[in-house]
């Protein structure tokens, strides 16, 4: 009898993924843009509180408040049905994502390169737990397979083999 070859954990998540995003059912493109909209939703939630705090104008609230329900509906979107509390897990990756890259931007610009790379590099791999996270596709377990199978994988491969916003 013929021996099929062995198809590694890697494969089989690229597969998966692939055929989600065939059936139509997952838009990953998309789904990305969402992800950073989010992003900048909680960010304006931060900056409407520190403007009521520091104007003592309690307007400001409400305009948090509204940019908060906007927040929450674009984040069900992305995570219609949640266990535990992934769904404040992967709000505060997002917040903690942006606001890496906020610093890590700024240092950037500071020149100080090497401090902008490490907190570049500490934001895409919050990134990459919020998708390991949304996509549900692969377990602890498997990624400890995985690095026993091949390379040692991270959920930072997440991103960069399957979520490519500029593939469409």
């Not at 993924?17 to 950073?36: H, P, Q, W």
């Not at 902008?116 to 990624?143: C, G, H, N, P, T």
Request: charged share 35%; aromatic share 10%.
């Amino acid at each position: 009898m013929e021996e099929k070859p062995k198809v590694s954990k890697i494969e089989e998540l690229i597969k998966k993924v692939e055929a989600l995003k065939k059936s139509g059912s997952m838009d990953i493109s998309t789904e990305e843009d969402l992800s950073v909209a989010i992003m900048n939703l909680i960010g304006i939630e931060e900056h409407f509180y520190f403007t009521a705090q520091k104007t003592g104008k309690p307007e400001y609230y409400e305009f948090m408040d509204q940019a908060r329900e906007e927040r929450k509906k674009y984040l069900a979107k992305l995570l219609p049905k949640t266990e535990g509390e992934v769904w404040c897990l992967s709000k505060h990756l997002l917040s903690t994502t942006m606001r890496l890259i906020e610093v890590g931007t700024k240092l950037y610009h500071q020149n100080k390169k090497d401090e902008a790379k490490e907190l570049f590099d500490s934001a895409y791999k919050m990134y990459s737990m919020f998708w390991a996270l949304r996509f549900k596709v692969i377990e602890v377990a498997d990624v400890k397979v995985c690095a026993a199978e091949e390379k040692p994988w991270t959920v930072n491969d997440i991103v960069n083999k399957l979520v490519d916003c500029c593939n469409e």
